[in-house]
């Protein structure tokens, strides 16, 4: 397969989406954190199920990108909750 390489400049347009789609969902949501590792990995597997069946059923691209920023999202925030030592470790 003949892969194209991905400019930096998509790259950094992928980062701005994830950061508007982090802020978005702060707002949302709340920056309370989250309280075990089981919960952290059931809201990314919540997240990873949601895009799976955008995959498969949505033939709207804009709708599975968003699903993809949804689960780098959900990792993101657990790796803060992480680095912030509010989960059960």
Known sequence: MNR?????ENIDNA???FRNMLMFRLKEKGTHSLASRHEALGLVATKY???N???EHDDNIE???GEFLD???????????????????
């Open 49 to 51: 199920h949601e895009l």
């Open 15 to 17: 980062v701005e989406e």
């Open 4 to 8: 194209q390489k991905i400019t930096q």
């Open 71 to 89: 689960v780098a999202v959900g990792c993101v925030f657990a790796v803060a909750c992480i680095n912030q030592k509010t989960l059960d470790w």
């Open 53 to 55: 069946d955008a995959v």
């Open 63 to 65: 709708n599975v990108k």
